[in-house]
């Protein structure tokens, strides 16, 4: 077996793209994909996305709030498009976008987006390892790096693993909104 690389990693390195077309199976009876196969297919390919990056198998530790902004039909494609945006010590979180248009490509939109956070897991024991950080490139990537670190204090505020006053980073930006 390879060796893993802790390298740092490019977010374009474990960046996935997943197409799906919704048939009449993922739907519910008005005709619109049923949001748990949605929900399936964004842990999907945020997993391979996590796992790449890791280079390890992954497994999924929490899902950030999923709204269903836009109805998605029968017959419709949909896109989703996963990325690492920031590595912890043995976890990363993913950003999940998703996207349909119809057969030909028109009428494009994005219906939903989530973060999912992963933590990956060695192959004989299943205990938790050690993961590459990521290299954001583009102000985007930045912006999401950035940003992950609060969205990280909320998750483990909200799991009752650390307490709000122990919340470093949402105290610095609330102080920096002042």
């Known amino acids: 077996?390879?060796?893993?690389?802790?390298?740092?990693?490019?977010?374009?390195?474990?960046r996935t793209v997943m197409t799906e077309m919704v048939l009449p199976n993922d739907a519910n009876a008005i005709g619109n994909l049923m949001g748990g196969n949605l929900m399936r297919w964004m842990d999907t390919v945020a997993a391979i996305c996590a796992g790449r990056h890791c280079e390890a198998h992954v497994v999924t530790a929490a899902v950030d709030h999923i709204s269903f902004q836009r109805p998605i039909q029968v017959g419709e494609i949909v896109t989703l498009e996963a990325v690492v945006t920031r590595a912890f010590n043995t976890s990363v979180e993913v950003y999940v976008q998703v996207f349909s248009s119809d057969i030909k490509g028109h009428n494009p939109?994005?219906?939903?987006?989530?973060?999912?956070?992963f933590v990956a897991?060695?192959?004989?024991?299943?205990t938790p390892?050690?993961?590459?950080?990521?290299?954001?490139?583009?102000?985007e990537e930045q912006?999401?790096?950035?940003?992950?670190a609060r969205r990280r204090e909320i998750r483990l505020i909200l799991s009752g693993r650390i307490k709000p006053k122990d919340a470093t980073e949402m105290r610095r930006f609330f102080a920096e909104l002042e």
Not at 1 to 14: F, G, I
Not at 109 to 117: D, I, V, W
Not at 129 to 139: C, G, N, Q, R, T
Not at 143 to 148: E, F, G, H, R, V
């Open 1 to 14: 077996m390879a060796e893993r690389s802790l390298q740092p990693k490019k977010v374009s390195e474990s």
């Open 129 to 139: 390892i050690e993961v590459p950080a990521v290299i954001p490139l583009s102000s």
């Open 109 to 117: 939109r994005r219906c939903n987006h989530a973060y999912f956070t």
């Open 121 to 126: 897991i060695d192959d004989t024991n299943r």
């Open 143 to 148: 912006d999401l790096y950035d940003s992950a």
